[in-house]
């Protein structure tokens, strides 16, 4: 079955270390996103990427990193930079019909919980 | 910027019966495409509708119906005949055309509107 695959479910942070985030996906889409959810809160933007080797910040990128080096793969890294990274975070991924991702629905992993410890 | 408010953190409703989750937007933009998400205690995301915004008739999947009202800048949710399997988050989202100059196409989701369904 096709589909976006996060791991881990559950992640934990020391102060002062970077930690990685994976999302694979086999449904073939050029566009992949992360986002932050906070409790009480909508869902806001870190990073996206349209194509491979190419990627653009969101609305909240400061003390994240991205890289994509595969279609399949977006990993997303939380630096010592960001002092608050407990959240819950989901990747998605959308498909490139006729270059308008617009009116295409976003799928979503099941995301990672990340905490400090 | 485009904002999406949803003004009801949470909704009750029995089984059978019909609930509506309201959102709001504020956009300058002609052109644009609206989404409702679900997100159960899984945590999971789930589309549940999209509307075009240049389209006037008013999106339907089965129980899940919205009010689109382009000129007040609503975009309601009606769930009909609410079962058990409803109760979750439910997010509205807005989204620009990728050729929109200051938009990439970026999804903006509302805070969210919790759907508790009661026996």
């Known amino acids: 079955d096709g589909g976006i695959t996060q791991s881990p479910k559950y992640l934990f942070r020391k102060e002062g270390q970077n930690v990685t985030l994976s999302c694979e996906q086999n449904l073939n889409h050029d566009a992949m996103y992360w986002y932050r959810q906070d409790p009480g809160q909508g869902l806001r933007l870190i990073y996206y990427s349209q194509i491979v080797n190419d990627f653009q910040k969101g609305d909240i990128a400061e003390g994240y990193s991205v890289s994509r080096e595969k279609k399949e793969s977006f990993p997303l890294t939380v630096t010592s930079a960001q002092k608050n990274p407990t959240a819950f975070y989901l990747c998605?991924?959308?498909?490139?019909?006729?270059?308008?991702?617009?009116?295409?629905?976003?799928?979503f992993g099941d995301g990672t919980r990340l905490s400090i410890l | 910027a485009q904002t999406v408010t949803q003004s009801q953190p949470e909704m009750s409703v029995q089984e059978a019966e019909t609930v509506t989750l309201s959102c709001t937007y504020d956009?300058?933009?002609?052109?644009?495409?609206l989404f409702w998400y679900k997100q159960p205690p899984s945590r999971q995301m789930i589309l549940v509708i999209r509307?075009?915004?240049?389209?006037?008739q008013n999106a339907t999947e089965n129980r899940f119906s919205v009010n689109f009202q382009k000129a007040a800048k609503s975009f309601s949710l009606k769930i009909s005949d609410s079962q058990l399997g409803d109760a979750a988050m439910y997010f509205c989202a807005y989204r620009t055309p990728e050729s929109t100059t200051d938009s990439w196409g970026k999804l903006q989701f509302g805070a969210g509107t919790q759907v508790v369904v009661t026996p």
């Open positions: 956009t300058s933009e002609s052109d644009y495409y």
């Open positions: 998605a991924s959308s498909i490139d019909e006729d270059g308008d991702y617009s009116n295409q629905p976003q799928h």
């Open positions: 509307q075009e915004a240049y389209k006037q």
